[in-house]
Nanobody
C-alpha cells in the first residue's frame, strides 16, 4: 500500500523542540524527493523543507531556516523534521509529501505557553 504516516507532533512551549517522523511505504523511497509542509488554521498549506532523493541536498522556507532540519534514512524509508527553538507561529498541522501527490494524514504541532 502506497502511504505516508506522520508522527511526533504535540504541545510544546516556545523555545522547545520536537522531532516529526514520516514512515513511507509502497514506493521506491530512496529515489523520491521528500518534503514537509504545514497548514495553520485559516491559511494555505506551505512548504517547510525539502530533501533531495540521492544527494540529500536540502532547502528550507525562510521562516524556518536555522531552526528546522530535514533528514532521511533510506534504509528505514523514513524522513524526519527536527524542529528547534519553536515559536507560536509554527503552530500548524504538519504533512509529509512524496511523489508530488502523496500526502500523509498530518500531525498537529502546537506551540504555546
Amino acid at each position: 500500500q502506497v502511504q505516508l504516516v506522520e508522527s511526533g507532533g504535540g504541545l510544546v512551549e516556545p523555545g522547545g523542540s520536537l522531532r516529526l517522523s514520516c514512515a513511507a511505504s509502497g514506493f521506491t523511497f530512496s529515489s523520491t524527493a521528500m518534503s514537509w509542509h504545514r497548514q495553520a488554521p485559516g491559511k494555505a498549506r506551505e512548504l517547510v523543507a525539502v530533501i533531495a532523493r540521492f544527494s540529500g541536498n536540502t532547502e528550507y522556507a525562510d521562516a524556518v531556516k536555522g531552526r528546522f532540519t530535514i533528514s532521511r534514512d533510506n534504509d528505514k524509508n523514513m524522513v524526519y523534521l527536527q524542529m528547534n527553538n519553536l515559536k507560536p507561529e509554527d503552530t500548524a498541522v504538519y504533512y509529509c509529501n512524496g511523489l508530488g501527490y502523496l500526502w500523509g494524514q498530518g500531525t498537529q504541532v502546537t506551540v504555546s505557553s
